[in-house]
């Protein structure tokens, strides 16, 4: 051996207390929220067939995955609702007796502490399965707009207790805030999608909500993969329009927008561990290729340690139980 002086980092990682007393990041239950895929027709759960263990329930049966979701001490669910009935305008993600609506009472009504989060779009409700409405083959910000807000609002009267909107038009913070503020839910705060970029990674979410756009693509209003500083800019805005969290979509491919949103601004940041980041874990798994629980923590913790402070993820159940352990 020389006798050159170097540092010994392995005495911070001799054993595993020690390890443990030294460690940086932490995930905890409290950081989880669950999606959960609501059906309108009645008596089923049906398992998607890209997401395995992931299920799209009809309210009659909701009360089976939130059991677990409260046994296992998870705190908020963000509900996607399936209509049974499409058009163009998207009526149902705005009809006060909508799935999302029902959903919403529901859960208040049997599970009050657990916090609905409601996804606010519109792509699940239209038949051509676009976040707004069409107008010239494009989808139309402006005329949007007011059909989101009406989304948000009745949502809100059916007690959601976040509107997290996914649509990515340009205002919708703007404007779904003043719409809360006039109906009376100043209270309610707004977890805006504000950084969504255009990705291959909602495949299977896709499936899972019926919502693939029937022509195009969602390319003029989400974001490309390849910007990061449109990352900073939509953050920008969203904190001025009033945003109350910031969302970064999907997750592991964007940690590096995170760490910088985290570093930027100072409300809570969310990661959303998207459906193709959870299918091709799943996959991975089933083929006994990885070891799912050391990935999952692993994953989820990379996300804490870029920033995020939530972590939306199809694991949380799995991830609260792996935890508790
Ligand atoms: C609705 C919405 C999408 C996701 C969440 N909200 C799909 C999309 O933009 O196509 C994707 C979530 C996932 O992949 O898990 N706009």
Redesign the pocket.
């Known amino acids: 051996m020389s006798n050159l002086p170097f540092d010994r980092h392995r005495r911070l990682r001799s054993s595993k207390s020690m390890r443990d007393i030294v460690r940086e990041t932490h995930l905890h239950t409290e950081d989880l929220i669950y ?1 959960i895929f609501v059906l309108e027709e009645k008596g089923k759960k049906v398992e998607v067939p890209s997401m395995p263990g992931i299920h799209q329930i009809s309210i009659d049966r909701l009360g089976e995955e939130m059991d677990e979701v409260v046994e296992l001490g998870i705190r908020g669910v963000l509900l996607f609702g399936i209509p049974d009935h499409k058009d163009a305008v998207g009526s149902e993600a705005y009809n006060d007796d909508g799935i999302i609506q029902q959903a919403t009472r529901f859960i208040k009504e049997n599970y009050p502490d657990v916090l609905v989060v409601a ?1 606010t ?1 519109l ?1 699940e409700y239209t038949d051509h399965g676009h ?1 707004g409405v069409i107008e010239h083959q494009f989808v139309d910000n402006d005329k949007s707009l007011p059909l989101l807000v009406q989304t948000a609002v009745s949502q809100a009267k059916a007690g959601a207790d976040i509107i997290a909107p ?2 990515m038009m340009d205002g919708f913070v703007t404007e779904i805030r003043q719409g809360l503020d006039e109906a009376g839910f100043e209270n309610i705060p707004i977890m805006s999608y504000a950084i ?1 970029y255009a990705s291959a ?2 495949g ?3 499936d899972a909500a019926g ?1 693939t756009p029937q022509f195009g693509d ?1 390319k003029t209003y ?1 974001m490309d993969p390849a910007n990061r500083l449109e990352a900073q800019r939509e953050a920008e805005s969203d904190i001025v329009e009033g945003a109350d969290f910031l969302i970064v979509k999907p997750a592991m491919t964007y940690l590096d927008i995170m760490r910088e949103v985290r570093d930027r601004f100072n409300v809570p940041v969310v990661a ?1 561990n ?3 980041e959870f299918s091709m874990v799943k996959a991975a798994a089933l083929n006994g290729w990885i070891d799912e629980e050391q990935i999952v923590l692993e994953k989820l913790l990379s996300m804490k340690r870029a920033g995020a402070d939530l972590i939306i993820t199809y694991f949380a159940k799995d991830a609260a139980k792996w935890i508790q352990r």
Request: proline share 10%; with cysteine; charged share 20%.
């Open positions: 999606p996804d779009c792509c976040c996914s649509n969504k990674f909602y299977p979410f896709r919502s969602r989400q959303y998207v459906s193709g």
